[in-house]
Structure formats: C-alpha cells, structure tokens
Nanobody, 123 residues
Framework: QVQLVESGGGLVQAGGSLRLSCAAS????????MAWFRQAPGKEREFLAD????????NYADSVKGRFTISRDTAQNTVYLQMNSLKPEDTAVYYC????????????????WGQGTQVTVSS
C-alpha cells in the first residue's frame, strides 16, 4: 500500500520561503506521477505542480509558476515543493498525491494522498 507523509509546513512571514517534503513508501514509483495540491478553508482542493518520477517532467499551475518548484529525490523516495515569495493567499493545507500513469491536474485522478501539512503565511 502506498503511503505518503508530508512535512515541512509551518508559519512564515510574507515574502519568506518554505520547503515541503513528501516521503513515499510502499512500492516502486518508477511509473508514478507525484503532485502537490493545496486546500484553503472554504475552497476546493487546488492543483499546484506535478512531476514524473522517472524523467522528472514537471507541470505547474499558473498561480505558482515561477515561485514554487517541485523536485524529487529518487534515492530517498521523497518529493519536495520549494515555495518562495510566499503570500498570505498561499495559506492552506498542502497535500502530496500520487498516481500511476499520466500527468493530470484533477484531484479525482489521484489514488493516494498524504495527511496534509499546514502552511500559514502572515502579512
């Protein structure tokens, strides 16, 4: 069974940076796509970025392009989300997700989810 465990969230001032980690276990991920989503109170879960495990091919939502960077360490089975120039509107619970196959942005396409980590950006 795939397990995803996020870490690295916290409180940061506007303009600051955070790096989220997602430790993945349970199987070989060579054909998997790993993604980051977030959900703010009262809002739908939002796609941020994804990366293919093997080739490292990435996609980003327009809202975070140029500020957030997704990466993976295949030796450590870990996916990262480097977040720079954070804004108060980035405040949300951030989730790591995984699926086997192609890259998609829709939440329903993802089979495995972590428990989430809270990111709060103060103004």
């Amino acid at each position: 069974q795939v397990q995803l465990v996020e870490s690295g969230g916290g409180l940061v001032q506007a303009g600051g940076s955070l790096r989220l980690s997602c430790a993945a276990s349970g199987r070989t991920f060579s054909t998997y796509v790993m993604a980051w989503f977030r959900q703010a109170p009262g809002k739908e879960r939002e796609f941020l970025a994804d990366i293919t495990w093997s080739a490292g091919r990435t996609n980003y939502a327009d809202s975070v392009k140029g500020r957030f960077t997704i990466s993976r360490d295949t030796a450590q089975n870990t996916v990262y989300l480097q977040m720079n120039s954070l804004k108060p509107e980035d405040t949300a619970v951030y989730y790591c997700a995984a699926r086997n196959g192609f890259q998609y942005r829709e939440t329903v396409r993802y089979d495995y989810w972590g428990q989430g980590t809270q990111v709060t950006v103060s103004s």
